[in-house]
């Protein structure tokens, strides 16, 4: 079974700015919400985890697989991709083509955005399109979700479905998710854990 751990880890992410150490440990199914002021390093941790920052010490356990959902990338109205094209782009290639589109289908009506799949991402609005990403992410393989404000433009009775429905999928399917978000009274539940970073320490250049 999946698990995801950091010991003791430190990340820099520029010269003189220090975030850790940070130490946790998340099993199947649980649900690890990250809270801090900005500039506290949310983003930055959450990439650590993804392996897109590189760690300055400790340890950190991530499985060779992770789905991360960046916040909505400026120039993304410009992708010449359709919602159902970027749902295939991530979708494991088992079973049938036919039992393959029934997933998509079913994806997209869960986060609320059914008879959308033939629609361009860049004719969607901004919630719109973080629903996509969010159907996308609960469509792919990956035993680990790492959401980054991945619903900042959903407003908040759209929010808490989209909380209750991760937290019901990671229940059924045993994966693990760690959320970045300014609303944590939506996603923080009692089966949830909450780790909250302090403002990062600054050394002396």
């Excluded at 290639?93 to 994806?107: M, Q, T, V």
């Amino acid at each position: 079974m999946s698990r995801l751990s950091a010991a003791e880890l430190i990340v820099v992410p520029s010269p003189g700015v220090r975030i850790g150490p940070v130490s946790f440990t998340l099993g199947p199914g649980d649900l690890l919400v990250l809270r801090g002021p900005n500039g506290c390093g949310k983003t930055t941790l959450l990439r650590t985890l993804a392996g897109l920052h590189p760690i300055e010490s400790g340890q950190l356990a991530v499985p060779s697989t992770v789905a991360y959902v960046a916040q909505g990338p400026e120039d993304e109205e410009q992708v010449p991709l359709g919602v159902d094209e970027v749902l295939t782009l991530v979708q494991a290639n088992d079973g049938s083509a036919r039992s393959r589109a029934d997933a998509r289908h079913a994806a997209l009506s869960d986060v609320g955005l059914e008879g959308r799949g033939a629609r361009r991402m860049s004719t969607l609005s901004g919630g719109e399109r973080q629903r996509a990403r969010f159907a996308a992410a609960l469509l792919s393989p990956a035993p680990v979700l790492l959401f980054d404000e991945a619903t900042s433009a959903v407003d908040d009775e759209g929010e808490k479905k989209l909380a209750d429905l991760l937290r019901s999928r990671l229940s059924t399917t045993g994966r693990i998710a760690v959320v970045v978000t300014h609303r944590p009274d939506v996603w923080t539940q009692p089966e949830s854990t909450t780790l909250v970073l302090p403002a990062p320490s600054r050394r002396p250049r």
